[in-house]
């Protein structure tokens, strides 16, 4: 099992930053795959960014010219730093992790994770 903790999101105006924070602990192994991915009331669960085992990134569309994922503490933290926040970027967001990516396709998809966080919002005002 692989437990995950988030740290508080928060409110900001548009135009702000924010820097979410995601710990792994548990059966944490080398090949660890952290993604970040929202969501909105009445809307699916998307996809922010994700960080492979090897560093690779990738980011869901419009989202890395704002957003970046980083991950440290010997790869067992994944950091996801927004600026020039807007308020659609308003949401729930949730750290995830799988020990085995089927496949690089599954990335920023949600299937493709097996444990959750509990999720932190993040709002932003116009």
Not at 26 to 55: H, N, Y
Not at 111 to 116: D, E, L, P, V
């Amino acid at each position: 099992q692989v437990q995950l903790v988030e740290s508080p999101g928060g409110s900001v105006q548009a135009g702000g930053s924010l820097r979410l924070s995601c710990a792994a602990s548990g059966t944490v192994s080398s090949t660890l795959c952290m993604g970040w991915f929202r969501q909105v009331p009445g809307k699916e669960r998307e996809p922010v960014a994700a960080i492979d085992s090897d560093g690779r990134t990738s980011y869901a569309d419009h989202m890395s010219d704002r957003f970046t994922i980083n991950r440290d503490n010997g790869q067992t933290t994944v950091t996801l730093q927004m600026s020039n926040l807007k308020p659609e970027d308003t949401g729930m967001y949730y750290c995830a992790a799988t020990r085995a990516l089927p496949d690089w396709a599954f990335l920023l998809k949600p299937s493709g994770y097996n444990y959750w966080g509990q999720g932190t919002q993040v709002t932003v005002s116009s």
